[in-house]
């Protein structure tokens, strides 16, 4: 049986907290055989975004970063829901500097995990709607489980996904594609999203998953690795400066859009439909 040490052993504050992970709501699992790092979300119900899981996330990936890991494989605790997305609660009635924390770590997760240097897969073990499917289009490879689905269905909640979650988008589908399913807000079955190549592969389960992430991360091992990291940074490095220098300007964009009063009102409607659909 391989051996697998847990990184972030140590409590964010206090010895009280030493059982804990330093990142509560993340853990990261390097394989000591392979060298392949599983940094799995867990925070319930439905891994949302909010600041404490994105300021989990990018510790765990820089953590991932500076261990020099040979791969990154991006999975979920929950065994139906990779990512529900954004934490809507985050956006509804927000609360002024929390908003801005929550955007610029968004920034931030994103900057990192599309622009990291160790190569990366994602496990894509349940739904994985807007957010959700930014951080697997992040990635360079997706495995996914069936019945399950993704996709960007930001115009569905009235509101528009930002130009770097398209970089995302289009760095796996090609335009014409990208451009129709962003304006319908499509969601795509697994096996759709196979289909249409936003996903690489499928897997019965998360074991098999991870399991075919980490032979797309071995493809890279007879590769001299500044050279492959160097070239995939060339790759996504115009889309990754778009927003380097328009990181203020988003920021701003984004408060203004989720202030309006007609977008509060829809993310209401929609989170009141949420909630109504759980109870059934
Ligand atoms: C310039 C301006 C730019 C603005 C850009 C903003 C870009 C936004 C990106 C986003 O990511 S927005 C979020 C989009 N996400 C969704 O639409 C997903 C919604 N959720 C679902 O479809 C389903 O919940 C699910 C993920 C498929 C899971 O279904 P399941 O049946 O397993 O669980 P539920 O019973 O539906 O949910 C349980 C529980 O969780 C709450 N919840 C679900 N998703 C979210 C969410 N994204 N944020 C907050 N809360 C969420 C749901 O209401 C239930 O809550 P309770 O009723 O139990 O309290």
């Known amino acids: 049986m391989l051996r697998t040490k847990v990184l ?6 206090g010895p009280s907290r030493l ?13 000591d055989k392979t060298g392949i790092a599983t940094l799995t979300m867990c925070r319930a119900p439905v891994n949302g975004l909010n600041l404490e899981l994105l300021k989990d996330l990018k510790t765990s990936i820089d953590e991932i ?10 999975t979920s605790s929950n065994a139906t829901i990779f990512s529900a997305g954004l934490d809507i609660m985050e956006m509804y009635n ?9 955007w610029t770590q968004l920034q931030e997760v994103w900057l990192s995990l599309y622009g990291s240097s160790v190569p990366t897969a994602a496990a894509i073990n349940g739904h994985s709607p807007a957010g959700g499917c930014l951080l697997a289009t992040s990635c360079e490879y997706r495995v996914m489980l069936p019945k399950f689905t993704i996709g960007l269905n930001e115009t569905q909640l009235g509101i528009v996904a930002p130009k770097w979650f398209m970089s995302s988008f289009l760095s796996v589908l090609p335009q014409r594609q990208a451009e129709r399913a962003l304006n319908q807000g499509r969601m795509f079955s697994t096996e759709e999203a196979l289909q249409i190549g936003l996903i690489d592969e499928t897997a019965t ?15 890279f091992a007879r590769v001299n690795p500044l050279a492959r990291a160097l070239t995939k940074q060339q790759f996504r490095a115009a889309d990754l400066q778009q927003l380097e220098n328009e990181r203020k300007d988003d920021l701003e964009k984004f408060l203004f859009f989720i202030n309006q009063p007609a977008v509060q009102k829809g993310l209401g409607i929609y989170l009141e439909g949420l909630k109504k659909k759980a109870k059934k």
Request: charged share 30%.
């Open 8 to 13: 972030s052993l140590v409590a964010r504050s």
């Open 94 to 102: 927000p609360e002024k500097e929390r908003i801005r924390a929550f």
């Open 19 to 31: 059982m804990s992970t330093a990142t509560k709501l993340t853990t990261v699992e390097v394989n």
């Open 65 to 74: 970063e500076s261990n020099k890991s040979r791969g990154l494989i991006l």
């Open 205 to 219: 389960s998360k074991e098999e998953a991870v399991e075919k992430c980490a032979a797309f991360l071995g493809t």
